[in-house]
């Protein structure tokens, strides 16, 4: 088993920045590309970034490109969301995802593990 733990999440004005963290636990020996998403109110859960890991490949959401980073530490075992110029339409709660054995992607389907999710509120 693996528990995946958000942190970072809270309410900016817009333009503002945060950095989101995911922490895991557990299977951490083997290998796990990790993803973020997020869902906003009344809305279907969204692909925002994703790293394999090697951090060689990453990918972004055409809607954060340029604004949002994905990294991550394989030794804290920690993945980390820089998220600057945040605009009102950024306010959901972001989940983390990992994906053992899998590649870094844009589909929920092939991440396995989930965080509890974190909120961001990005105010006008």
């Known amino acids: 088993q693996v528990q995946l733990v958000e942190s970072g999440g809270g309410l900016v004005q817009a333009g503002g920045s945060l950095r989101l963290s995911c922490t895991a636990s557990?299977?951490?020996?083997?290998?796990?590309?990790m993803g973020w998403f997020r869902q906003a109110p009344g809305k279907e859960r969204e692909f925002v970034a994703t790293?394999?890991?090697?951090?060689?490949?990453?990918y972004y959401a055409a809607s954060v490109k340029g604004r949002f980073t994905i990294a991550r530490d394989n030794a804290k075992n920690t993945t980390y969301l820089s998220m600057n110029t945040l605009k009102p339409d950024d306010t959901a709660v972001y989940y983390c995802?990992?994906?053992?054995?899998?590649?870094?992607?844009?589909?929920?389907?092939?991440?396995?593990?989930w965080g509890q999710g974190t909120q961001v509120t990005v105010s006008s």
């Open positions: 995802a990992a994906s053992f054995g899998g590649q870094a992607s844009d589909y929920e389907s092939v991440y396995s593990y």
């Open positions: 557990g299977r951490t020996g083997d290998r796990y590309a």
């Open positions: 790293i394999n890991w090697s951090s060689r490949i990453t």
